[in-house]
């Protein structure tokens, strides 16, 4: 059952957590979308390697 959503949550790219980017004190933007993060471990760990966290198709991979 889901109650009434006041705010989409996002789930943490790294490890899964439901963020609430209005909360979110970590956040990091590729392209035209954000992530947020739990921590700034998640949020280390995915901007040393976005690609492999994101699953955005529109951002082509450079290899
Ligand atoms: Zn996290």
Redesign the pocket.
């Given at each position: 059952m889901i109650d009434k959503e006041k705010i989409l949550d996002t789930p943490?790219p790294?490890?899964?957590?439901k963020?609430n980017p209005q909360k979110a004190k970590f956040s990091s933007k590729i392209g035209e979308q954000s992530y947020y993060?739990?921590?700034g471990?998640?949020?280390k760990k995915f901007d040393l390697d976005p690609h492999k966290y994101s699953n955005s198709n529109e951002y082509p991979l450079d290899e």
């Amino acid at each position: 059952m889901i109650d009434k959503e006041k705010i989409l949550d996002t789930p943490d790219p790294v490890c899964g957590l439901k963020i609430n980017p209005q909360k979110a004190k970590f956040s990091s933007k590729i392209g035209e979308q954000s992530y947020y993060f739990c921590s700034g471990e998640c949020k280390k760990k995915f901007d040393l390697d976005p690609h492999k966290y994101s699953n955005s198709n529109e951002y082509p991979l450079d290899e």
